[in-house]
Structures are given as structure tokens and as C-alpha cells.
């Protein structure tokens, strides 16, 4: 099974690699550009698996780069909050 299958393990990966990234002396800037460029792969590249991920497609691909880097902020706040 992948980690895009299913929304809450997707969520759990990536608060496990912020985690890490944290740990690692990352800084929220580098977080928010990484968090952008998964985002825009993601949309670009890879099917959605569930609900969830195809809702977000449609809005990461309505949206502006500006707007695309709030969302991908708001995952990046979504996670951490567990």
C-alpha cells in the first residue's frame, strides 16, 4: 500500500518528514519552498487515490502560485498539528 493511498497515512508521512526536517535544523522557508514543490508534483504528476487528494488538485490547479503556496502552508500547519 502507498502513502498516497489513504489520506490520514499521508498525513502521518508528512508530519513524520517535517518532523525530521525539523529535527535536522531545517528552516520553515526551506519547509514552505519543499512543501510548494511536492504540491506542484503531486497535481502535476501523480493520480489522485482518494477524494481528498483529487479535491486538492482542483484547487492547487485554480489557483495562483501565490494561492498554491498558502495550500501548501496549510498542509504544512495541518500536519503539525497531528
Given amino acids: 500500500m502507498s502513502v498516497l ?5 499521508w498525513k502521518e508521512f508528512l508530519s513524520n518528514r517535517l518532523q525530521q526536517a525539523q529535527q535536522e535544523g ?14 506542484d508534483y ?3 504528476s501523480v ?6 487528494q483529487a479535491m486538492l488538485r482542483e ?6 502560485r501565490e494561492e498554491q ?8 500547519k495541518l500536519v503539525q498539528k497531528g
Fill in 5 to 9: 493511498d489513504n489520506f490520514e497515512t
Fill in 26 to 39: 531545517m528552516n520553515q522557508d526551506t519547509i514552505s519552498n519543499m512543501a510548494y514543490e511536492i504540491g
Fill in 42 to 44: 503531486l497535481a502535476n
Fill in 47 to 52: 493520480d489522485a487515490k482518494n477524494d481528498e
Fill in 59 to 64: 484547487l492547487w490547479n485554480a489557483a495562483s
Fill in 69 to 76: 503556496e498558502s495550500i501548501a502552508n496549510a498542509m504544512v
